[in-house]
């Protein structure tokens, strides 16, 4: 994974090894440690890197654009929904408090989408991604059973 930090930094694509078959990347390192060749190593880190290239382009390409609506509202909508969680709340709580949140920290124009965001976040909150509020499993569970059944 560290050796990707260049790749990201560069903005260019992460690199992975999962393609190449694990004997042949075995041979080429062996050949670099033991026969000092890296003729081996070099094309197998290039077709690993094309491959992953093409593979990175497909995802991101499905995945279309990222909302800008959301990454401008991304650390508010963080620390509302950690609040909540946190507290925690049941959906009426959770339902006033966001409406009072929402008044007093986000632009008028925004509100209504603010609010729509938040909601949606909350509704889909599970145990896959709640660790992107920051947190604690046991703050997730407690929140679960004051949130009650969907």
């Known amino acids: 994974m560290a050796a990707n930090i ?35 190593l070099r094309d197998v880190f290039i077709c690993a890197y094309e491959r992953s290239a093409d593979r990175y382009a497909a995802i991101q390409q499905s995945l279309g654009e990222p909302d800008p609506f959301r ?49 949606d976040d909350l509704l889909g909150l599970h145990e896959g991604n709640f660790a992107r509020y920051s947190l604690r499993p046991a703050e997730f569970q407690a929140w679960q059973a004051a949130w009650g059944p969907g």
Do not use: C, Q
């Not at 694509?13 to 026969?35: C, I, K, N, Q, W």
């Not at 946190?86 to 007093?104: C, K, L, Q």
């Open 6 to 40: 260049p790749f990201i930094k560069a903005n260019l694509s992460p690199l992975s090894f999962t393609d190449v078959p694990r004997d042949l990347y075995s041979h080429a390192t062996l050949g670099v440690y033991e026969l000092n060749r890296t003729d081996l």
């Open 71 to 119: 990454l401008r509202y991304r650390e508010a909508l963080r620390t509302l929904i950690a609040h909540i969680v946190r507290a925690p709340m049941d959906r009426a709580s959770a339902v006033g408090h966001i409406s009072e949140w929402t008044h007093g920290h986000i632009e008028e124009v925004d509100r209504a989408a603010f609010r729509s965001a938040a909601e």
